[in-house]
């Protein structure tokens, strides 16, 4: 995977699904300060780019080998909902809580 460290970190946010993890876990801003480079964002915070990069890699990575494929037209809808219900609802409490932050944070910004 080849990530070009000239691209903003708002553009990265969007090609990389994971990134904005990533970025959360250094510290870097991608909403607010998502017009920086990927090179100016770990020079403003004192990272080595080529740890973020990894990290980025990493996950990317991890979720492409997550991704299960599954035909559910074959499977029974109790599995259907037990699946839906332990990923997407899981994922879906997980991330509200994150939204909430980052949402309190762009409100903020415009007061």
Partial sequence: MNINTQETIGQL??????ATR???QFGIDY???GKRTLVEACQLKH???ERVI???AEAE???V?????????S???TTLAAYIVDTHHFFTKQEITRLENLLAKVCCLGH
């Fill in 75 to 77: 499977e029974t809808l």
């Fill in 31 to 33: 909403c607010c300060g």
């Fill in 61 to 63: 990575v991890s979720r």
């Fill in 13 to 18: 946010a969007t090609a990389l699904p994971d």
């Fill in 65 to 73: 080998q997550s991704s299960e494929e599954r035909d559910w037209r």
């Fill in 54 to 56: 990894h990290s980025l």
């Fill in 47 to 49: 990272l080595e780019i």
């Fill in 22 to 24: 990533v970025f959360e």
